[in-house]
T-cell receptor, first 112, second 113 residues
Framework: DVKVTQSSRYLVKRTGEKVFLECVQD?????MFWYRQDPGLGLRLIYF???????EKGDIPEGYSVSREKKERFSLILESASTNQTSMYLC???????????FGSGTQLSVL | AQSVTQLDSHVSVSEGTPVLLRCNYS??????LFWYVQHPNKGLQLLLK??????LVKGINGFEAEFKKSETSFHLTKPSAHMSDAAEYFC???????????FGAGTRLTVKP
């Protein structure tokens, strides 16, 4: 069974903290994505990666960075967390860049 | 630029009655279209996808969608709602020519006993 695993289901952080969200996939997919989900806005793409060490900005990259040192792992980094980054974060992987996405269960991040 | 509009933010039906979740898209070229479902506290799961083959697409759990190019629509239907269908549903359009994928804002489906 295909699997995308996000390390934390719920996370509470303080303003200004550095935050790491981890995602691991076991399907040998080339492409991995980080989305942010907010009510009424659907999913918005933060960053994606089409290969190890490669990354591309999505629609809302400001305040975020990413790291992909191994094919199976894609990390989202909030360098200095702010309250407006409180949200649900979803990781996904895919074979093709525009094909079916396989999602993790999400990380609900609260920044206080 | 392409876009997706889900016409209802919330739909409520009674168990056993039909479900209709509406999606309109705009795309310069022939798009691929998807419906995903998200149950509470879960990630998104693919329900069905259209990729320029048959215009009527059948998905999992009895759902289907019809691609209507003239109406730029891809509405999701199910003949008879089940309590387990209560979830949020997302319509997605992919445009290979623009290398772009867009999500709709989502429709929350409530199923009443």
């Amino acid at each position: 069974d295909v699997k995308v695993t996000q390390s934390s289901r719920y996370l509470v952080k303080r303003t200004g903290e550095k935050v790491f969200l981890e995602c691991v996939q076991d399907m040998d997919h080339e492409n991995m994505f980080w989305y942010r989900q907010d009510p009424g806005l659907g999913l918005r793409l933060i960053y994606f990666s089409y290969d190890v060490k490669m990354k591309e900005k999505g629609d809302i990259p400001e305040g975020y960075s990413v790291s992909r040192e191994k094919k199976e792992r894609f990390s989202l980094i909030l360098e200095s967390a702010s309250t407006n980054q409180t949200s649900m974060y979803l990781c996904a992987s895919s074979v093709g860049l525009l094909g079916e996405l396989f999602f993790g269960s999400g990380t609900q991040l609260s920044v206080l | 630029a392409q876009s997706v509009t889900q016409l209802d933010s919330h739909v409520s039906v009674s168990e056993g009655t039909p479900v209709l979740l509406r999606c309109n898209y705009s795309s310069s070229y022939s798009p691929s279209l998807f419906w995903y479902v998200q149950h509470p506290n879960k990630g998104l799961q693919l329900l069905l996808k259209y990729t320029s083959a048959a215009t009527l697409v059948k998905g999992i759990n009895g759902f289907e969608a019809e691609f209507k190019k003239s109406e730029t629509s891809f509405h999701l239907t199910k003949p008879s709602a089940h309590m387990s269908d209560a979830a949020e549903y997302f319509c997605v359009v992919s445009d290979y020519n623009n290398n772009d994928m867009r999500f709709g804002a989502g429709t929350r489906l409530t199923v009443k006993p």
